[in-house]
């Protein structure tokens, strides 16, 4: 795969818990701001946690045409509102179709989950009626097929979900489509919001979200913060977008995907090492060329330091050295949306040359041998980046991106 065409980033954008626009979430992770409140529901809500990385005081309306917001969940409107952007940086008309030469491919953990809540409650709490449009605004599918719409691309076009790997998958897939020559740009991304009643209950149940701050790597981590979100990239073959001027943001050089195969919520050490060193040799790089980590980095106790134990079989003596961080804490975990979001912010390490830091870290665990930028932001060079998303199911899934050729 290595030796098939370079695929770029020529634009990206995002919403997330720090506002709209790619370069707040990148400046929130970078500054190590935690855009992590007190949750705002619809209707009351009787757990126990009640903090999350929710988007909150986005008008989709100040965004997007009334005649669309009936189709529309939330996620779905953050989506769209984050395709514009990366379409507007990456120097295209959304009012130009992209026809069959480009892919439209969003993961998503679940899909329209407000719209699957509020019907619920609907129709078995107030004995009403679902209004017509709800299954085409709750189906997985509808964040994809609402791009491809908006865009005119009639290319291949579908959802992933693959859990918390989705939109590193979707990112994956739409590369690989492109090295092939199936296609020559690729929208690809993730969107989630699953900050909601019943969703925060069953994350609850799991006993796996922390009441008071995520602490990824860190000891005396307690659990995760849930995030909502949606962020879209912008994937095209080098010497197309070259050939219409584009400036590329970043190369993606690598992808990897694995299943553990063992067991549904605990993580296991070889499918997540096995699943970086695809990626690195995907992207045609020894270990020793990787300058930064954005890791998984839940702050939950066992899946840090499995991911630790995992990053250590593949850098060895260098890991203490490595930086590693988690910018969870500051846009929480954003699930499906989650590797989509923390691409952005890995690119912008490469682009201003600063690794994020991991906020709320205390002490260092010895399960946990890692440098993870604790608390500060690190200035440094930075040429190539690896990304993880590892997801209940055993699905793993990394990417490789390194600065762009001039």
Same mark, same amino acid.
């Given at each position: 795969?290595?030796?098939m065409?370079?695929?770029v980033?020529t634009?990206?954008?995002?919403v ?13 992770a ?5 855009c ?5 529901f619809?209707r009351?809500?009787r757990g126990?946690?009640?903090i999350?990385?929710?988007?909150q005081?986005f008008?989709?309306s100040?965004h997007l045409?009334?005649?669309l917001?009936?189709f529309c969940?939330?996620?779905t ?6 395709a514009d952007?990366?379409?507007?940086q ?8 992209m026809?069959g030469?480009?892919a439209?491919?969003?993961g998503?953990?679940v899909?329209?989950m407000?719209?699957?809540?509020d019907?619920?409650h609907?129709v078995?709490v107030e004995?009403?009626r ?10 997985p599918?509808s964040?994809a097929c609402?791009?491809s719409?908006?865009y005119g691309a009639?290319g ?9 790997s ?8 739409? +590369?690989q489509?492109? #090295?092939?020559?199936?296609v !020559?740009?690729?929208?690809?991304g *993730?969107a989630e @919001?699953c $900050?909601?009643?019943?969703?925060m209950l069953?994350w609850?149940?799991?006993r ?8 990824p ?5 307690n659990?995760?913060?849930?995030g909502?979100?949606a962020?879209?990239f912008i994937?095209?073959?080098?010497e ?25 919520v605990?993580?296991?050490v070889?499918?997540? +090492?096995e699943?970086m #060193?695809l990626?690195?040799? !995907?992207?045609?790089l020894?270990? *020793?060329?990787? @300058?930064? $980590?954005n890791?998984h ?6 899946n840090d330091a499995?991911?630790a ?5 593949i ?6 050295r490595?930086?590693?961080?988690s ?6 975990h954003?699930?499906g ?8 912010v890995?690119?912008g390490?490469l682009?201003e040359n ?5 906020i709320?870290w ?8 890692v440098?993870?930028?604790p608390?500060e932001a690190?200035?440094m060079?930075?040429?190539a980046?690896l990304?993880n ?8 899934a990394?990417l490789v991106?390194?600065?762009?050729a001039?």
């Amino acid at each position: 795969m290595g030796a098939m065409r370079r695929v770029v980033v020529t634009g990206m954008g995002a919403v997330s818990a720090a506002g709209v626009g790619a370069q707040a979430l990148w400046r929130a992770a970078r500054d190590g701001r935690s855009c992590v409140r007190e949750t705002q529901f619809v209707r009351p809500y009787r757990g126990r946690i009640k903090i999350s990385a929710q988007v909150q005081g986005f008008d989709a309306s100040a965004h997007l045409e009334p005649e669309l917001l009936p189709f529309c969940d939330p996620v779905t409107t953050y989506l769209l509102v984050a395709a514009d952007e990366a379409v507007a940086q990456a120097g295209l008309s959304r009012h130009e179709r992209m026809g069959g030469r480009t892919a439209s491919i969003i993961g998503t953990g679940v899909g329209g989950m407000h719209t699957l809540e509020d019907g619920l409650h609907l129709v078995l709490v107030e004995q009403g009626r679902p209004g017509p449009l709800t299954v085409p605004k709750l189906i997985p599918s509808s964040p994809a097929c609402n791009v491809s719409i908006r865009y005119g691309a009639t290319g291949p076009c579908f959802a992933v979900a693959s859990a918390c790997s989705s939109a590193t998958q979707a990112i994956g897939l739409g +590369t690989q489509m492109i #090295r092939a020559g199936m296609v !020559d740009r690729a929208i690809v991304g *993730g969107a989630e @919001d699953c $900050v909601t009643n019943s969703s925060m209950l069953a994350w609850e149940a799991l006993r796996v979200l922390t009441p008071d701050a995520c602490r990824p790597f860190s000891r005396g981590r307690n659990g995760m913060i849930l995030g909502a979100g949606a962020a879209v990239f912008i994937l095209e073959a080098e010497e197309a977008a070259r050939a219409r001027g584009a400036e590329p943001l970043a190369e993606l050089a690598g992808y990897g995907t694995t299943a553990d195969a063992k067991d549904q919520v605990r993580p296991d050490v070889v499918g997540a +090492t096995e699943c970086m #060193r695809l990626a690195l040799v !995907d992207a045609g790089l020894e270990p *020793g060329a990787i @300058d930064y $980590v954005n890791a998984h980095g839940t702050g939950t106790t066992v899946n840090d330091a499995t991911e630790a134990e995992a990053l250590g079989r593949i850098f060895g003596a260098r890991l203490p050295r490595l930086p590693i961080s988690s910018t969870k804490p500051i846009h929480g975990h954003g699930l499906g949306a989650g590797g989509a979001l923390e691409l952005v912010v890995t690119v912008g390490t490469l682009r201003e040359n600063i690794a994020p830091p991991t906020i709320n870290w205390r002490d260092p665990d010895p399960k946990c041998p890692v440098d993870a930028i604790p608390n500060e932001a690190r200035p440094m060079r930075i040429d190539a980046a690896l990304s993880n998303s590892f997801a209940f199911g055993g699905v793993n899934a990394s990417l490789v991106v390194r600065k762009a050729a001039a």
